[in-house]
């Protein structure tokens, strides 16, 4: 299965709010509601930020949220910090036991 | 406390094996679906195998044939059995835990494994 389509990069100040989506097919994330997305520093863990399209893990801020529409999903940021500067991933279920990732979106705080 | 540690990685020749181990601590590895990513250079996060808990597997297509997972019978430890290994193959392997019924939210550090002659 194809990559989900997601920008290469966002940028925004401390305090600003960005969005990054995620755009798949009605194979993945326009058929389940089973898209997560991750937080990675290369070379580190991966960390769960927003699984089920909407829900958060225990220990992440509520400045996090998830959303979707139609083949797309998107993750917001409200209330930029300098901490959150890394990749962000979004995976869905792709159905067949079988899961496919985003490209990745280089996040950037100014 | 839960956590993931892989091990395994390291320098192979195109057409060698490798075998990946994840040692589970704070849960059982059988308790829930589990699952191999893998981050080649300059690339993204790359989806490459599942182990549920009754034992179904699968694979990304470009390693069907060539890599099985598998899980020890003391239920600590995730395997990725890894042959006829290409240059394409090199990446950055990170195990993870199932959470729910579509995400992984325990992750390892990762292993290299860099396939070159």
């Given amino acids: 299965q194809s990559a989900l389509t997601q920008p290469a990069s966002v940028s925004g100040s401390p305090g600003q709010s960005i969005t990054i989506s995620c755009t798949g097919t009605s194979s993945d994330v326009g058929g389940y509601n089973y898209v997560s997305w991750y937080q990675h520093h290369p070379g580190k863990a991966p960390k769960l930020m927003i699984y089920d399209v909407t829900k958060w893990p225990s220990g992440v801020p509520d400045r996090f949220s998830g959303s979707k529409s139609g083949n797309t999903a998107s993750l917001t940021i409200s209330g930029l910090q300098a901490e959150d500067e890394a990749d962000y991933y979004c995976c869905s279920y792709a159905g067949s036991y079988s899961w496919v990732f985003g490209g990745g979106t280089k996040l950037t705080v100014l | ?117």
Avoid at chain 2, 98 to 111: E, K, P
């Fill in chain 2, 1 to 117: 406390e839960v956590q993931l540690v892989e091990s395994g990685g390291g320098l192979i020749q195109p057409g060698g094996s490798l075998r990946l181990s994840c040692a589970a601590s704070g849960f059982i590895v059988s308790s829930t679906y589990m699952t191999w990513v893998r981050h080649a250079p300059g690339e993204g996060l790359e989806w490459v195998s599942v182990l549920y808990r009754g034992g179904n597997s699968q694979y990304t297509e470009s390693v069907k044939g060539r890599f099985t997972i598998s899980r020890d019978n003391s239920k600590t430890t995730l395997y990725l059995q890894m042959n006829s290994l290409r240059a394409e193959d090199t990446a950055v392997y990170y195990c993870g835990r199932g959470y729910g019924s579509g995400s992984f939210d325990i992750w390892g550090q990762g292993t290299m494994v860099t396939v070159s002659s």
